[in-house]
């Protein structure tokens, strides 16, 4: 397959039609699969705010003193109070904020960014990205994943992950069908949105060189099963439950 960055974007403002933008600059053949960015998502669906917006209150304050204690650095209530309202709930409050948003992914500050933000102290994540996915996906007729920049377990670094998608599986499902010795196998699901969202992070870049959209061209879902279900719910998460068990005890 190919992928390659998407040139020539404008600064995307609050109402401008991404879709649009993309079409124009991006050569899109049919078989494409589009991955954006979220930010410019957030910046076209006008998700930045100001830490003047939030009026922190005992929780954030709280979290902000502790968090404070731990690292020897201010930290600024109104933040916290941010995250506390961009979350469903905080999987750990220290030593950083762990959270759970509304749509289910699971990452720090509740995925808000102070970054790239030209007019604003903060940039949101989209409310809903997979709403936000199928409107690009429809606009386009092709499919489309919304990714992010995410820490990872146990590793260093971060990589590319799918908030949102459309028009598009979420995985592929290999059970039941033989490895190369014939075995069955029996576990293998194949997260392939975010496997598209971390190649297309190598190529979009970061910082302020990075571009927002990206192509994947010539890549095939194949004759495989597929499923819609990424974010695991809280019951089959047991690394979720021992967070939430070992920060509540600290």
Known sequence: ??????????????????????????????????????????????????????????????????????????????????????????????????????????????????????????????????????????????PVVVSDTSGRPFRHGQRGVAVGWAGIPASRDWRGEPDRDGRELGVTVQSVVDELAAASNLVAGEGGGGTPVTVVRDWQFGDHDGSDELFRDRADDLVRQALEAWDYDS
């Open 1 to 142: 397959m190919e992928v390659f960055a998407v040139p020539g974007l404008p600064e995307v403002r609050p109402g401008d039609d991404l879709a649009a933008l993309i079409e124009r600059q991006g050569r899109l053949r049919p078989d494409d699969v589009v991955v954006v960015a979220s930010t410019v998502v957030s910046k076209a669906e006008g998700r930045t705010a100001d830490l003047s917006d939030f009026d922190p209150g005992a929780r954030a304050r709280e979290i902000a003193e502790r968090l404070a204690d731990l690292t020897d650095e201010e930290k600024d209530p109104r933040f916290a109070q941010a995250v506390i309202e961009e979350s469903e709930s905080l999987l750990l409050s220290a030593p950083f904020l762990l959270t759970k948003t509304r749509f289910g992914h699971v990452t720090v500050n509740a995925g808000i960014d102070r970054s790239n933000v030209p007019d604003a102290d903060l940039l949101l994540l989209p409310e809903d990205p997979g709403a936000s996915a199928q409107a690009l996906a429809e606009a386009l007729d092709r």
